[in-house]
């Protein structure tokens, strides 16, 4: 535990950050347990241009990332917390996005405890309202590795569906490494000699690669021809149905403008029905 409230702490943390820009020339960074620190720390940490010890944007933006993103792992089903992190009640900007702790749980809910889809509608309307800096920079995910996989817990088709939901919802899809290969075990090695891994597994012909090379390149570039993609990346979600007794329908909406292709409808089904 550091004394982030110390001027010399504040300023020592923000030039080890600065460094490993310097030295790797990385696009960002994930700042993990932020709740351990006060929200206010980061408005100094992210902002701070001309003092002594320059804040990570400015820095990162004199070297012409101007698009850097800080991102904190705020483990919390309050929205209105990890929001805190990203901006002061009067704007005053933090971080640049959150991990979407609270679609993750109930995402594990609907999809491996069969609670009623209309769980996800209570996040996805309440994403607006939380006081994010900016909701389509959240990271959202459905694994990581402080969990047990979705993959140990529901069939092989609700983990689909699951991830599904995930590539079709505006937000940065954060995908953890061996789901793209089917694993159940959290933190297993992907390759012989890690961790409960006595055989490589990067397989890019395998059932669960193949499903999410097809789902990346939906989301990225659509179909070819009729949509592009960036409707699932940047369009306005509706829900248009959900079931609040259990498992089953779950169907949303998506613009993106009035033209061709930047309109979609998904529809995921979670009953075995």
């Known amino acids: 535990d550091l004394n982030t409230e110390h ?18 020339d990385v696009d960002g960074f994930r700042i993990d347990t932020v709740l351990y620190v006060p929200p206010t720390f980061f408005e100094g940490f ?8 320059t804040g990570i944007r400015p820095h990162a933006a004199a070297l012409g990332k101007e698009d850097f993103i800080l991102f904190g792992e ?3 089903s309050s929205d209105e917390v990890a929001a805190s992190y990203t ?12 991990i979407y702790f609270p679609l993750n749980f109930a995402a594990r809910e609907v999809f491996a405890s069969g609670q009623p889809t209309s769980m996800l509608s209570e996040v ?44 079709t ?16 075990i959290t933190r297993k090695a992907m390759f012989a000699g890690g961790y409960d891994a006595d055989s490589d ?5 395998s059932e ?33 149905a959900a079931d609040a007794t259990g498992p089953g329908a779950f169907l949303y909406k998506l613009e993106n403008g009035t033209g061709l292709g930047q309109r979609a409808i998904v529809a995921i089904n979670t009953s075995q029905q």
């Open 169 to 184: 919802i505006p937000g940065i899809p954060q995908l953890y490494y061996g789901t793209e290969q089917g694993f159940d």
């Open 87 to 98: 901006q002061a009640t009067d704007g005053t900007p933090r971080l640049d996005s959150a």
């Open 208 to 240: 669960w690669f193949t499903f999410f090379s097809q789902l990346i390149a939906l989301r990225r570039f659509g179909d070819g021809s009729l949509f592009d993609g960036s409707v699932f990346r940047y369009g306005s979600l509706g829900v248009l």
């Open 46 to 53: 992210a902002n701070d241009d001309g003092s002594s010890s």
């Open 124 to 167: 996805l309307n309440n994403r607006a309202q939380a006081g994010y800096a900016n909701p389509d920079k959240l990271v959202t995910f459905i694994d990581n590795h402080d969990m047990g996989r979705l993959h140990a817990s529901t069939s092989g088709g609700l983990v689909k569906a699951a991830y599904a939901f995930l590539f």
């Open 7 to 24: 001027p010399v702490v504040a300023d020592l943390l923000r030039g080890y950050f600065r460094y490993w820009i310097d030295k790797t």
């Open 74 to 76: 705020a483990w919390t």
């Open 201 to 205: 597994s990067y397989d890019t012909n």
